[in-house]
């Protein structure tokens, strides 16, 4: 059995709810034309006037668009050594935003440096980073060997000593700000 009192009340109440926030809302309107404020008309006003047409704007209503964002896949990253040319690295494994993709060890762009110098990687874009590691394998064997630690860091720069006399595999993972996604760049590191 239904209780048709009760469903009658509550419409009621809806009813009376809708009512006084359509009052608020017109009595709103008043209040702004009372204190020099331009009125604002109605909505009912607005469609049951056919001549009523919207005012230009004078300018689009655009969300800015940052920089990375922008991008299709991480920024290229060089590294370099004091007084040296930048070498661009070999983008490896990535996501970015909502995209990404995978790809095994690889032996990188060739750079010569002195024993102990100081590598200093640099990105194309201004994009912040939280974190990175740097790690190296033997050029001989990269896909077989177990990567060594050469550094790892918050934020930048991103910088690491050389490794020892040699021919290396050298891989720095960045982990970039806004959850933007992480990214993996290669070397061949020819150390004199």
Same mark, same amino acid.
């Given at each position: 059995?239904?209780?048709? *009192?009760?469903?009658?009340?509550?419409?009621?109440?809806?009813?009376?709810? &809708? +009512?006084?926030?359509?009052?608020?809302?017109?009595?709103?309107?008043?209040?702004?034309?009372?204190?020099?404020?331009?009125?604002?008309?109605?909505?009912s006003a607005v469609l049951s006037d056919p001549t009523t047409?919207?005012?230009?704007?004078?300018? *689009?209503?655009?969300?800015?668009? %940052?920089?990375?964002?922008?991008?299709?896949?991480? *920024?290229?990253?060089?590294?370099?050594?004091?007084?040296?040319?930048?070498?661009?690295?070999?983008?490896?494994?990535? $996501?970015?935003?909502?995209?990404?993709?995978? %790809?095994?060890?690889?032996?990188?762009?060739?750079?010569?440096?002195? $024993?102990?110098?100081?590598?200093?990687? $640099?990105? %194309?874009?201004?994009?912040?980073?939280?974190?990175? &590691? /740097?790690?190296?394998?033997?050029?001989?064997?990269?896909? %077989?060997? &177990?990567?060594? +630690?050469?550094?790892?860091? $918050? +934020?930048?720069? @991103?910088?690491?000593? /050389?490794? *020892? /006399? +040699?021919?290396?595999?050298?891989?720095?993972?960045?982990?970039?700000?806004?959850?933007?996604?992480?990214?993996?760049?290669?070397?061949?590191?020819? @150390?004199?």
């Amino acid at each position: 059995m239904t209780n048709l *009192p009760a469903r009658r009340r509550l419409s009621q109440a809806a009813l009376l709810a &809708t +009512g006084l926030l359509l009052a608020a809302c017109s009595s709103a309107g008043s209040i702004a034309s009372s204190q020099g404020s331009p009125a604002i008309p109605s909505a009912s006003a607005v469609l049951s006037d056919p001549t009523t047409e919207a005012a230009p704007s004078s300018s *689009p209503m655009l969300e800015p668009v %940052s920089p990375e964002a922008s991008l299709p896949q991480p *920024p290229a990253a060089s590294i370099s050594v004091e007084g040296g040319d930048a070498v661009v690295g070999e983008l490896g494994s990535f $996501t970015w935003q909502n995209s990404g993709s995978d %790809s095994p060890w690889l032996d990188g762009n060739p750079i010569r440096v002195g $024993t102990g110098e100081s590598l200093t990687l $640099t990105l %194309s874009e201004p994009v912040g980073i939280v974190s990175w &590691t /740097a790690t190296l394998v033997p050029q001989s064997d990269p896909a %077989s060997a &177990t990567p060594v +630690g050469l550094g790892e860091g $918050t +934020g930048e720069p @991103v910088a690491f000593a /050389a490794p *020892p /006399a +040699g021919s290396w595999s050298v891989n720095v993972n960045v982990w970039f700000v806004d959850n933007l996604g992480a990214a993996s760049y290669y070397w061949r590191v020819e @150390v004199d």
